[in-house]
Nanobody
Framework: VQLQASGGGLVQAGGCLRL?????????????LGWFRQAPGKEREFVAF????????RYADSVKGRFTISRDNAKNTLYLQMKSLKPEDTAVYYC?????????????????WGQGTEVTVSS
């Protein structure tokens, strides 16, 4: 069971990025998937999740209306489309997966994590 995040980079404030998370080794469609981020010197925080059924999503207030989480079960890939980026979005972004029921806004609910991809937003 592995997750591989990619797509991070340096972008100016107001710009866009799309993060991807490729999964292998397990039945992707049965997992709830999430994105978390950790800024330097701060705790890891919830960004968004998408339920295994694909119909339910939730976002942190700080990214609502700017970020969109989606999944392509045929490609075993999770996405995070980010627009109107702000300097405070600068962080390492992690994708995560869980097959159990839990509070999906909490990192403790997830048992599989990707390695992280760094996003830097310049002002």
């Amino acid at each position: 069971v592995q997750l591989q995040a990619s797509g991070g980079g340096l972008v100016q404030a107001g710009g866009c990025l799309r993060l991807s998370c490729a999964a292998s080794g397990y039945p992707f469609s049965t997992y709830t998937l999430g994105w978390f981020r950790q800024a330097p010197g701060k705790e890891r925080e919830f960004v968004a999740f998408i339920h295994w059924s694909g119909g339910a999503t939730r976002y942190a207030d700080s990214v609502k209306g700017r970020f969109t989480i989606s999944r392509d079960n045929a490609k075993n890939t999770l996405y995070l489309q980010m627009k109107s980026l702000k300097p405070e979005d600068t962080a390492v972004y992690y994708c995560a997966a869980t097959s159990t029921i839990g509070l999906f806004t909490k990192s403790e609910a997830y048992d599989v994590w990707g390695q992280g991809t760094e996003v830097t937003v310049s002002s």
